[in-house]
């Protein structure tokens, strides 16, 4: 274990611990900030719904990490991707939305494929809509369920879950709130809620958001940076017609806006190359925490996702509940410009694209209440999704090699995804200590796509296959779960489960290439996980422990293929992730609050799987040259056995403290003082471990310092996000065009909104 590690975990342990995450039930109102005069309490009893009911965490059989809606606000997490910064399970295996839990996660090129990590909002999947999901704004917890969770909700969730539940309206009151951050490098985040009582048993409540990240890429060509606004809003409706029945209604819509600036920044580049002459002609540094650029064709791309749903709940008798969920989804993505060469010269200026996704789905389930022999949750599900892309790309690729030719192509896709499936999971009290879990979802997953290909508009060829691609393939399939539970008191309980999921089919539809395999299996992960959750000392400390070890075969990758002698998307050998988890919540003294979750996570792949070796690495690093059928060699590949998941640290590790106290009981004013640090260890994102394509071990440290009334109504801080400036991108990769620009070794960088300090001033209000 590192010196850094050690003293993270120490601060913690000093601090006493914690978790200053607490959740409620999506039919609440939110509630105000904490209180210096109740910190002397028990921590608040955290409920979720990660087994699609309301239910104490502790005495949930799932690893889960809750985070409030309070927390996400103090900490400026807006978008799904920013849970990295709070969550140890969560990270980024590459660019373009992709998530990862406990290692397992992949980015994929193909249309028809969606990500191992689920987004469930007010309980809809949002399916292959996840990469472009709406804002988080006026939230009331976000749940991350670790492992496999195939069997309550689907597809596209092998991996793990992100459950987000959102404010529901409050028939008991009028209330107007906002708040407003504002802090270096041009960031902003402001929201609105209102909230109107309708009739005693109906309410409205409007949510509207506008916030904008930190500056980040600089663009030496034209003096813009990077610039990402999202504009959101929510409206939700509640109605309770009787005792017995509950109506939902939730719209949503969000538009997040990237103009300015640069998609990344060159920080490794070979002397002499033209790309390094372009890049320093223009005053741009290559270094390890370059965030400068120089492109000509502009940057500016959207994505706009909005849909509406409708949840009835009707209580029968003996407490039974029947529960109907319908869901239309949308999202749409454009790109007007994303220059794709890092220069100002026009070597691959276009590289247009536009998307629409339309889904449908239904669920209807039937929920037990709790107490009985058997305690259940059983329901039928469908989903149906149909989208449409294009995309074009052109430029002048071989000008560095004395053919200043245009070329360019364009491929547009079609693909249609289907599901059906019966689910059901059940708890068997043998005891009023000992109960058995079983659960199993059956179902069809069919998927249909096609491309075609053309040459772009102006261009005399195409640079790489246009032939046309047409599959289809379907699945039927059975995932379950199975484990027990036994309560050594009402504060420890221990459990064993075992999990087989399921993450469905895909067809390879950017292929291009006969050569590639067209269909792509379901990948199928097979987790066994134990753990053990406590509360102490009149629940002022709580503990989870839990060990897991999940396998996956047919893992949907991009990885090398000797048959086709091509790096293709696929399924790829199976690969291990295993550690453990540790999740601690305190509240030691009146007025203080600490917490520590760590992950330790060896995710390793198996032997077979062969990945594409960096630009830099040689035969005597285990890397063998490939060769075309011409005998020209067109890359190197290793085995990956061993290697550490792209993207996934072995170690993560937040720490949180804060502490209140009464600053003047007269005026009712309190202060506090808040303090966090996020310990990450090093990260490949080269499967086979090219110590460039990486980044170091780093430590983020954020803070705020306010005061607020005693009621919660008013708040004032001074906040810090990377207080100590620690530079850490987002993802690392090997630079595009690179190599057409005479370049055999480049490498490029995103950075994120916490990649760099800010410093700022946040305001809450409500009346």
Wanted: overall charge neutral; proline content about 5%.
């Amino acid at each position: 274990m590192s010196v850094k590690i050690a003293c993270v975990l120490m601060g913690s342990v000093l601090a006493g611990f914690g978790q200053a995450a607490m959740a409620q039930d999506a039919a609440a109102p939110a509630s105000p900030a904490p209180s210096a005069s109740s910190g002397n309490e028990s921590l608040q009893e955290v409920v979720v719904t990660a087994n699609k009911r309301v239910e104490r965490l502790h005495d949930v059989p799932i690893s889960v990490e809750v985070v409030d809606g309070q927390r996400l606000t103090d900490r400026g997490i807006n978008q799904v991707s920013d849970l990295t910064n709070v969550s140890p399970a969560v990270n980024t295996p590459g660019p373009f939305g992709a998530l990862s839990v406990r290692g397992l996660g992949s980015v994929a090129f193909s249309r028809s494929a969606e990500g191992s990590v689920g987004v469930v909002l007010d309980g809809v999947s949002l399916a292959n809509t996840s990469t472009t999901p709406p804002a988080m704004f006026d939230v009331s917890r976000v749940e991350v369920l670790e492992g496999p969770q195939g069997t309550l909700f689907g597809r596209n969730s092998s991996a793990g879950l992100i459950n987000i539940t959102t404010n529901a309206p409050d028939p008991s009151a009028f209330s107007v709130s906002g708040h407003l951050d504002g802090g270096t490098r041009s960031t902003y985040d402001g929201n609105a809620v209102l909230n109107v009582p309708v009739a005693h048993n109906a309410a409205f409540r409007l949510a509207l958001s506008d916030t904008q990240s930190p500056d980040s890429q600089y663009n030496r060509y034209d003096g813009t940076y990077y610039n990402n606004e999202t504009r959101s809003a929510r409206g939700r409706f509640l109605w309770l017609p009787t005792g017995s029945l509950t109506v939902n209604l939730i719209a949503d819509y969000s538009r997040v806006h990237n103009i300015g600036g640069a998609p990344w920044a060159v920080y490794y580049s070979t002397p002499g190359s033209n790309l390094t002459s372009e890049l320093q002609k223009c005053g741009v540094t290559i270094w390890q925490k370059n965030q400068e650029s120089c492109i000509d064709g502009g940057n500016d791309t959207s994505s706009t996702s909005f849909g509406f749903s409708g949840q009835v709940d009707w209580a029968l008798g003996g407490d039974y509940t029947v529960t109907s969920i319908s869901s239309v989804r949308a999202a749409q993505a454009g790109s007007k410009a994303s220059d794709a060469d890092s220069v100002p010269v026009n070597i691959l200026n276009q590289n247009a694209s536009t998307g629409n996704i339309r889904n449908f789905s239904q669920e209807l389930r039937l929920t037990s209440p709790k107490g009985h022999l058997f305690d259940y949750v059983a329901g039928l599900y469908y989903f149906r999704s149909q989208q449409a892309a294009t995309n074009v790309q052109s430029g002048f690729l071989l000008m560095d090699q004395g053919v200043p030719l245009p070329l360019g192509q364009g491929l547009s896709t079609e693909t249609s995804n289907t599901s059906y499936a019966a689910f059901g999971q059940a708890t068997i009290n043998v005891t009023h200590r000992f109960r058995f879990i079983a659960g199993g979802r059956w179902g069809l997953e069919s998927v249909n796509a096609n491309t075609n290909g053309f040459v772009a508009p102006g261009a005399v060829a195409n640079f790489a296959g246009i032939a046309p691609i047409n599959g289809s393939i379907g699945a039927y399939h059975f995932s379950y779960r199975a484990g027990a539970q036994y309560d050594f008191s009402r504060q420890t309980m221990a459990y064993l489960t075992y999990t087989e999921g399921f993450k469905g089919p895909a067809v390879n539809d950017q292929a291009g290439s006969p050569s590639i395999p067209l269909l792509v299996r379901p990948e199928i992960p097979h987790a066994w996980e134990a753990g053990i959750k406590n509360s102490m000392y009149k629940g002022k400390l709580t503990t989870t422990l839990a060990v897991f070890h999940t396998r996956v075969d047919n893992f949907q990758a991009q990885f090398y293929d000797p048959t086709a002698l091509a790096f293709v998307f696929g399924n790829a050998p199976k690969l291990i992730s295993k550690g453990l988890e540790l999740n601690i919540a305190a509240r030691p003294a009146a007025g203080l609050r600490t917490g520590l979750a760590a992950i330790y996570n060896q995710a390793t792949y198996g032997s077979g799987y062969l990945v594409s070796c960096g630009q830099m690495q040689s035969e005597a690093q285990g890397c063998t040259p490939v060769r075309n059928a011409l005998g020209v060699q067109t890359g190197s590949v290793a085995d990956g056995a061993g290697n550490q998941l792209v993207g996934a640290p072995r170690w993560k590790i937040n720490g949180n403290v804060e502490y209140r106290r009464s600053l003047s009981e007269r005026l009712g004013l309190e202060g506090f003082v808040q303090a966090e640090a996020l310990y990450s260890s090093s990260i490949f994102y080269n499967a086979a471990y090219d110590p460039v394509d990486s980044v170091a071990p780093a430590t983020i440290f954020d803070g705020r310092l306010g005061v607020s009334t005693s009621d919660g109504r008013y708040t004032l801080a001074l906040f810090g996000r990377n207080l100590l400036n620690t530079y850490r991108p987002i993802v690392r990769f090997e630079t595009p065009t690179a190599a057409q620009q005479n370049d055999p070794a480049s490498y490029s960088q995103i950075g994120g909104a916490e990649s760099r300090r800010v410093i700022g001033v946040s305001l809450d209000a409500s009346f």
